[in-house]
């Protein structure tokens, strides 16, 4: 199995023997085959006509120390700013979605929800719910304008979407207010036609706008240059369903009562003090992160406003726990994971896989260890089918202990017009993105 987006995928198996396209080859162990290998692995021998003429790290520049840290190119004046959209095909036009509609917010779900992120054997598609979009498309301090549409003329049908929500980002000792780049999706129907190019250029015309330069954003694909590539660790909540829908595969050796077995998890949480975040703890969640990412090369620089908004927990969207101590009623520990379901495509049984992905932890008194089976004893209590998360922050100090099993893609992390001269290991990212 092979999943080049990474997120609905499932569990790896036999990784060395894959290629890309999830071909078992014969690896005959010549210094030629070895070096083909990895560059097909990075795509580096690829052409990007692209992304070449885009101030983003150019795999040619890998290696080369004197190029330094920080923005690519200056910041455009905005005189010299494209005014105009760019332009489109003859029969799709423009359109700013305004996620307070309802009727709008419901076409952006529905483009996603039929055309989005697949894994690699079409098994699962992302189905990000609209309460989930609403959210994380109205940050506080969004632009309207950053929700960008592609409509056919004649239909008037929402037929591509791209999207830019504002962050402050720190690299280094650099704090940066970037793009946080999402939801790029093309109809199926339009595909391959340079349409993406074209969604990209205009949003970053419209961030241009708003005097801001620099962009993050995730892909399941290789271009250039990622700052760091991660894995995605999956933990089986409900291991029965997940087997029967072709997410994971009975181990060898194993029965299906022993895998419920091995999966089994308390029905309550371990941890004194253990309780869902509320509003009155804004101030010390935000004290408690700020001192945490602080240790990280890439992380958000979050502030109370927007702690409220992305980890105040919402009804289907995201989940924080904390620890309070019983004694001295300090907050020591946090934790929290937001819900993003897949449609699982052509299954007679299931139509749902209820997924929870690990977004911020942060344990000062709790191990984390500790701390995260607090998080799987809850998102089994609500009832998540599985448990995901990436290998970034210091996530890879419970995932085997916690049996977590490793992902079949990886998920690469980039910067727009800001260099990172040598990549991240993913344990120096503390950036995640929805
Ligand atoms: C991603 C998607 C919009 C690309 O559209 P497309 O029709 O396949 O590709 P186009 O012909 O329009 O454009 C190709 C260019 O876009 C780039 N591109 C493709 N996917 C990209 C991505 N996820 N992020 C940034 N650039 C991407 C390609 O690298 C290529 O540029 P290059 O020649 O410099 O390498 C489309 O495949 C899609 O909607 N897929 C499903 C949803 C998805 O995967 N979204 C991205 C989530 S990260």
Known sequence: MEDNNSSPGSPKENPDQENEAGKVTKDDGSLENMVRRIQDSMSIGKRHKFWETQPVGQFKDIGDSSLSDGPIEPPTPLSEIKQEPYNLPN????????????????????????????????????????????????????????????????????????????????????????????????????????????????????VHLENIFQAAYTAGVVLPTPITTCQYWHRSLNPKKLIDVGFSRLGARMTMSRTIKLYKLPDSPATPGFRKMELRDVPAVTRLLRNYLSQFV?????????VEHWLLPKESVVDSFLVESPETHEVTDFCSFYTLPSSILGNQTYSTLKAAYSYYNVSTKTPLLQLMNDAL??????????????????????????????????LHYYLYNYRIRDALKPSELGLVLL
């Open 91 to 206: 029969s799709y036009e423009w359109t700013t979605c305004d996620m307070d509609s309802e009727e709008t917010c419901l076409e952006v779900y529905n483009l996603l929800k039929n055309n989005y992120v697949e894994d690699d054997e079409n098994l699962f598609r992302f189905n990000y719910s609209k309460e989930f979009l609403g959210w994380a498309l109205r940050p506080p301090g969004y632009y309207p304008s950053w929700h960008i549409g592609v409509r056919a003329k004649a239909s008037k049908k929402l037929v591509a979407f791209i999207s830019g929500v504002p962050a402050r980002i720190r690299a280094r000792n650099d704090v940066v207010k970037m793009a946080e780049i999402n939801f790029l999706c093309v109809h199926k129907k339009l595909r391959s036609k340079r349409l993406a190019p074209v969604m990209i250029k205009e949003v970053t015309r419209r």
């Open 298 to 306: 890439v992380a958000p620089d979050f502030d109370e406003t927007d």
């Open 377 to 410: 004893i809850v998102a089994k209590q609500r009832d998540f089918d599985v448990f995901n998360a990436l290998d970034v922050m210091e996530n890879e100090s419970f995932l085997k202990e916690l049996k977590f099993g490793p992902g079949d893609g990886q």
